[in-house]
């Protein structure tokens, strides 16, 4: 179907109307933490039956927009992720928030995720059949050596030393073997606690390290008046930043597009991915961390280009990539479309091409009330710490407690409040704990698949393709950090020393 | 007046929470009126947006009319659905606590000793049923069930000792072959797998994997139901084909904490038969892929009682069972 015809049909008053309902009401959910896209979605389902098909997919993607958009905003003016992927924004937003800067960053994050979002539903308007055989290309042994690479760059870019990095991405893993085991079913390390079977749902712990562990540290500072961000600043990217952003604003598309479309990648990944790579090809690579604009952007896109490049395993093979994606299938089915190769065989076009040129729109609203919504939503930031404090205490636990009202999670949330406290005030970085937590179970799980699949032998790692070439960029990427961070030390003492 | 606007907004605030404290005590002292009153709680043991979770939430909402309550669903998920089960067996016996029973409760009480039994609870009735399918890739060598005989095949499964592992390993068992079995993070996982050449065959329900069967890229060798399905009257039953595997199939039924008043027990079957006739909820059901099969509380409880020893001997070979303690 032609594009400006498709666009036509779906740029109607009913239509525009839906999908700003549903960006809405994402942004409204996704304020609150713990209330990811996929718990929006699932808890809007419902009202969506007695739409027609269009207009409940429109809603649906609305609320997917906007959800990912209002993660981004608590983690810029709060440090509190909505999502795993919402920890990486945390990066670079909130130093740019502690500076006064948090409208610059929110706007340009908006920008960031738009472009994402376009980028990525055009790759799956253009080639979301082709693509799909390529995700089917995915076994096993594939998934476990991106998890590899994604591990390997919390390793590279997160911390001041490596040795720490690797400390803390370690603790992550470990805690991810905590539960039920992923593929027997029989508990392990739960030293007898029934609760512990859930093992230590990332969620939770990340909503602890982060936020809940931000509130114990801001706690210390005397002053119950003062503010932790005194200004928003304006909102609306400048030219210049835009211009400055947009190479790793498309860099971080193409890598979000990429991992969404294989199925189980995940946000938290894409973002993480992103952020190594805009810092690996940065000019100022110490910027990163400290509020670079490069560091924010990179990684929104990318998680913005999972949201498209997840629905091409949905639509074109009926599989879906994530959580979200699985409960849009869900409201597919109810509508009584199964996705899969006959949606692109002429019996579900009236559909699909319709589908897309309203996720390109929902993308189009998002940014626009993500740019003018963007100030009373961050006002709430410039509440003074006595009110501030508290408040994101209780929205923490909310956040760990929401999605299934078990009081377990309010303990995680608390335990990892304390581990992340100590992890900052011992220069630990807090982030590739969390990465290790997020890709743990993927790491181990695959690599057990893969061996079973393989009789147990570790070769098959090496000696397919795809994954040889994901470990030797894994070792490559470790090999270069480790001699960059060693460089630069050594450049930083000979400093030292000249000016003394 | 001696007081500042300051300081009389301050005195004003216990008030308001002395009203709010009271008012609750209060609201919660209500007589006790004939069931139901009040809200019904739906356990479900499983994560928002599955398909066990959208079918509960869809035969609940047509439930509240006839049971003339509000039902609200929470979903308690983990450890293969022992956590929200082992709340349920826990929950008050007075119809205000209820629950989703599917099939891993069966299989949960061999797995796992410590998770809750049959018999701590009580049945009120199955609403769905969805029977098995054994599916392999059509280029495969295997055209029906004899064809498997001497085979050597990699099976997925969405768990170790889950039900798309034991109907494969009953058969397995059947034919006196031994497969190697992989577990994956669920049948869409599995599926992808599946279509990717990674793995031989799976046991799914026809729900996921139907179109790939229409379009000729899967094929089905047979079914463990009792008897041929309306969705596949082609294909036989693996007992027609001489195979003599239990009826293994996933279903969906409501269960109450055991020991319900009987009156209580009456109102809630009776609401839930007439839910499971009615119309709008059978054709919601259709169009959702559901597929409704009414059993009453008694034959649910009789049709689980007579599998219960069969998966206690299967996963006992499978040599997952664990010695009840």
């Known amino acids: ?500 | 007046m001696r007081t500042t606007p300051g300081t009389g907004r301050r005195s004003a605030a216990p008030w308001i929470a002395a009203a709010v404290a009271v008012g609750t005590i209060l609201s919660g002292c209500g007589a006790a009126g004939p069931y139901p009153d009040g809200t019904v709680e739906l356990m479900i043991p499983w994560s928002a947006g599955g398909g066990s979770d959208l079918s509960a939430r869809l035969f609940v909402s047509e439930l509240e009319e006839p049971l003339s309550a509000t039902i609200s669903p929470a979903n308690e998920p983990g450890a293969n659905g022992a956590i929200g089960w082992g709340s349920l067996a826990q929950a008050d016996n007075d119809g205000y606590s209820v629950g989703l029973l599917t099939y891993d409760v069966l299989s949960n009480e061999i797995l796992d000793p410590t998770s809750p039994a049959l018999e701590d609870f009580d049945i009120l009735a199955q609403y769905e049923q969805q029977e098995l399918y054994f599916y392999v890739p059509s280029d495969s060598p295997y055209e029906t069930a004899a064809d498997l005989e001497g085979s050597n095949l990699t099976v997925g499964t969405s768990g170790m000792g889950g039900i798309d592992h034991q109907a494969p390993a009953a058969l397995a068992r059947e034919l006196g072959v031994e497969w190697e079995y992989v577990p994956f993070d669920g049948q869409a996982d599995g599926l992808t797998n599946l279509l990717g050449g990674n793995i031989d065959a799976f046991v799914f329900t026809p729900t996921v994997a139907a179109q790939y069967v229409e379009d000729g890229t899967l094929r089905i060798l047979g079914t463990f139901a009792s008897e041929r399905t309306e969705e596949y009257p082609d294909t036989a039953t693996f007992v027609e084909q001489g195979y003599d595997v239990p009826p293994i199939a996933s279903f969906r039924g409501i269960a109450a904490p055991a020991g319900l008043d009987e009156e209580v027990r009456a109102t809630l079957v009776e609401a839930i038969e007439t839910t499971a006739q009615d119309e709008e909820y059978l054709a919601a059901a259709a169009e959702a892929g559901n597929t409704p099969r009414y059993r009453t509380g008694e034959d649910f409880e009789a049709y689980m009682n007579e599998l219960r020893p069969t998966i206690a001997d299967l996963l006992q070979e499978m040599g997952l069972a664990q010695a009840a303690g």
């Open chain 1, 1 to 500: 179907m032609e594009l400006a015809a498709t666009l036509g049909n779906v740029f109607t008053p009913a239509s525009l109307m839906w999908i700003v309902i549903g960006a809405s009401a994402g942004i409204i959910v996704g304020v609150i933490p713990g209330l990811t896209a996929t718990v929006a979605i699932a808890l809007l389902v419902p009202l969506t039956l007695d739409l027609d098909p269009l207009h409940s997919m429109l809603m649906l993607t609305g609320i997917f927009a906007g959800s990912q958009y209002s993660n981004s905003i608590t983690s810029i003016m709060l440090r509190t992720p909505g999502n795993p992927a919402g920890a990486v924004t945390i990066f670079d937003g909130y130093p740019m928030a502690l500076k006064g800067e948090a409208g610059r960053a929110i706007g340009l994050g908006a920008w960031a995720s738009a472009f994402g979002g376009i980028f990525s539903v055009l790759v799956l308007w253009a080639f979301s059949q082709l693509l799909a055989s390529v995700a089917l290309k995915f076994s096993p042994v594939e998934y476990f050596s991106v998890a590899v690479l994604g591990l390997t760059t919390a390793v590279a870019v997160t911390g001041t030393s490596k040795a720490r990095s690797l400390t803390a991405t370690a603790l992550g893993l470990l805690v991810g073997v905590i539960g039920t085991d992923p593929l027997v079913n029989l508990p392990r390390f739960t030293f007898g606690l029934p609760e512990l079977r859930l093992g230590v749902p990332f969620l939770a712990a990340i909503i602890g390290v982060f936020a809940m562990a931000e509130v114990l540290r801001l706690a210390e500072v005397p002053g119950r008046k003062t503010r932790m961000v005194t200004t928003i600043g304006r909102i609306l990217p400048s030219w210049a930043d835009i211009r400055r952003t947009f190479r790793p604003v498309f860099r971080g598309s193409v890598i979000g597009t990429i991992v969404g479309i294989l199925p189980g990648g995940g946000g938290a990944m894409a973002s993480f991915i992103a952020y190594g790579e805009a810092k690996r090809v940065s000019k100022k690579p110490e910027e990163f961390g400290k509020g670079s604009i490069e560091g924010l952007t990179a990684p929104d896109a990318a998680g913005n280009g999972v949201a498209g490049g997840a629905m091409v395993p949905l639509l074109s093979l009926g599989i879906p990539g994530d959580a979200a994606t699985a409960v849009m299938l869900g409201a597919l089915v109810i509508q009584g479309i199964t996705p899969g190769p006959a949606l692109f065989d002429g019996r579900g076009a009236d559909l699909v091409y319709p589908l897309f040129a309203g996720m390109l729109l929902a993308n189009v609203a998002m940014l626009i009330m993500g740019l003018t919504l963007a100030r009373p939503l961050a006002s709430v930031a410039l509440l003074p710490r006595s009110i501030l404090l508290p408040a994101i205490a209780t929205l923490s636990f909310t956040g760990a407690f929401i999605a299934t009202g078990q009081t377990y999670l309010l303990w995680v949330t608390l335990v990892f409040g304390v581990i992340g406290y100590l992890m900052v005030r011992f220069d630990y970085p807090v982030a590739a704990l969390a990465l290790g937590l997020v890709l743990g179970p993927i790491l181990e799980s695959n690599l057990r698949r893969g061996l079973m699949l393989h009789d147990g032998d570790a070769s098959v790692f090496l000696t397919r393709p795809i994954s040889a070439v994901l470990l030797l960029a894994a070792v490559a990427l470790l090999v270069v950090s480790i001699w960059g961070s060693r460089r630069s030390r050594k450049k930083a003492a000979a400093k030292e020393l000249s000016t003394v």
